[in-house]
């Protein structure tokens, strides 16, 4: 099993939380194929650009691989849950693709709120 802590004080760019699921996938599940490391790794963007987005900020991530699956928590500060924004033809949104992204490319997801405030999104990707 591989785990990657990153508290808030050192809570990462988007860049290098992938650069850590690339290699946490690549140590522990090698022969993973390239279509579900770009899943993971997409899952992964969409997570921390919402906690940044929308979350109130990212507070906390991990990533960790245990028998041949990917746990991706994503923890911010805000209470609210994510949403799919509505669409009209007549006024197109930009954005709000994101937590669509997620649950249709994770195998489960789920959200918990956290004692401090806050919530925490672990979104689970098999890598077989």
């Given amino acids: 099993m591989h785990q990657r802590v990153c508290t808030t004080a050192e809570a990462p760019e988007t860049a290098r939380a992938r650069a850590q699921v690339v290699d946490a996938i690549r140590r522990t599940a090698p022969a993973t194929s390239e279509e579900r490391v770009a899943d993971a790794l997409l899952v992964v963007t969409e997570l921390i650009t919402n906690a940044l987005r929308h979350g109130e900020g ?29 669409r009209s033809d007549c006024q197109p949104v930009e954005g709000g693709y994101g ?4 649950q249709t490319l ?5 959200l918990r709120s956290l004692p401090s405030g806050g919530k925490e999104i672990c979104a689970v990707l098999s890598l077989a």
């Fill in 58 to 86: 990212l507070s906390a991530c991990k990533q960790e691989v245990q028998n041949g699956r990917l746990f991706l928590h994503v923890a911010d500060r805000s209470d609210s849950l994510p949403r799919i924004p509505s």
């Fill in 99 to 102: 937590w669509s992204i997620v």
């Fill in 106 to 110: 994770a195998d489960r997801v789920s």
